[in-house]
């Protein structure tokens, strides 16, 4: 069974510019949750979703957004992009929300310059 | 609001040590409290979790023990191996014992040696 793949891997961004993320969950799961994890700050949850639908928000500006298609797969968002939204932005996936182990995926380094 | 606390890193140990890893929490209400851990390059595994008080969650030689007394889960293994060398990071979620919206500690990072 595969596991959570994130994509890309890596990416280098400008600031100011927008970039999107993609996960896709394992198979059969429907709830996809989104962290960022930088040196300063740890990891932070910033949303989840399920069926298609945001159900927990972090604290984040507006910036930062999410969507989640039919298929489970979800995209995050951020736009006017700045230094310090360069972290390592990772996925995880539940078959549905009273489940109690999330599966992470290998994350997404975005380096903002 | 929700907090974990864990004990400063890096910790470093000979191979067959004893470890434990410190891990408080701030919570409302019941938390569900987990230990990740996150090898060089790689995203987050579960490694343990404990739904209730007084659970003791354990996997691969390692454990914890949930302790709403003192709010502690403290992990530890009695002997270590240099492939248990990885980042440690103590979570809960107070979302009805579920993985939902965790809240981290900041990680200790273990290094063990021959």
């Known amino acids: 069974k595969a596991g959570v793949t994130q994509t890309p891997r890596y990416l280098i961004k400008t600031r100011g510019q927008q970039v999107t993320l993609s996960c896709s969950p394992i198979s059969g799961h429907r709830s996809v949750s989104w962290y960022q994890q930088t040196p300063g700050q740890g990891l932070q949850f910033l949303f989840e979703?399920?069926?298609?639908?945001?159900?927990n928000k972090g604290n984040f500006p507006g910036r930062f957004s999410g969507r989640q298609f039919s298929n489970s797969r979800s995209e995050m968002n951020v736009s006017t992009l700045e230094l310090g939204d360069s972290a390592l932005y990772l996925c995880?996936?539940?078959?549905?929300?009273?489940?109690?182990?999330?599966?992470f995926g290998q994350g997404t380094r975005l380096t903002v310059v | 609001g929700n907090s974990v606390t864990q004990m400063e890193g890096p910790v470093t140990l000979s191979e067959e040590a004893f470890l434990t890893i410190n891990c408080t929490y701030t919570a409302t209400g019941y938390p569900s409290l987990f230990w990740y851990v996150q090898y060089p390059g790689e995203g987050l595994q579960l490694l343990l979790k404990a739904t209730k008080a007084d659970d003791k969650g354990s996997n691969k030689g390692f454990e914890a023990t949930y302790r709403k007394e003192t709010t502690s889960f403290h992990l530890e293994k009695g002997s270590v191996q240099v492939s248990d060398s990885a980042v440690y990071f103590c979570?809960?979620?107070?979302?009805?014992?579920?993985?939902?919206?965790?809240?981290f500690g900041t990680g200790t990072r273990l290094q063990v040696t021959l």
């Open positions: 979703y399920f069926s298609e639908t945001q159900r």
């Open positions: 979570a809960l979620s107070d979302l009805g014992g579920t993985a939902s919206k965790l809240t």
């Open positions: 995880a996936s539940t078959p549905d929300m009273m489940n109690t182990e999330a599966f």
